[in-house]
Nanobody
């Protein structure tokens, strides 16, 4: 069984940083060693937005809105996905979700989210001005 569990959310001031973590279990058994993992965020009443993705080769992709500020990474030994978020602003406030799927997803419109099979429950990030 695949389980994704996010942590690290909280409330910070604009300009500060946060690092989100997503612990994964069962992913390799269900997806294999080649995967695509991503972070999404959603504000109530708005569409979900793909923030960043990384595949098993370490290739990363970012939404334009976070390029240069956010960094996605993974630690295979710890089965953990990270999202380092710097220079946070009020518009970054959202519930952040991690997701995982087959490696091919990262090569397509991963930011749409529909091709990713496994999702966490989310962690809330609030940025105060």
């Amino acid at each position: 069984q695949v389980r994704l569990s996010e942590s690290g959310g909280g409330s910070v001031q604009a300009g500060e940083s946060l690092t989100l973590s997503c612990e994964l279990s069962g992913v390799s058994a269900n997806i294999g060693s080649a995967y695509c993992m991503a972070w999404f965020r959603q504000v109530a009443g708005k569409e979900r937005e793909g923030v960043a993705a990384i595949d098993s080769d370490g290739i990363t992709k970012y939404a334009e809105s976070v390029k240069g500020r956010f960094t996605i990474s993974d630690d295979n030994a710890k089965n953990t996905l990270y999202l380092q978020m710097n220079q946070l602003n009020v518009e970054d406030s959202a519930v952040y979700y991690c997701a995982a799927g087959g490696w091919w997803v990262c090569g397509g419109p991963w930011y749409e989210g529909y091709a990713l099979d496994y999702w966490g429950n989310g962690t809330l990030v609030t940025i105060d001005s």
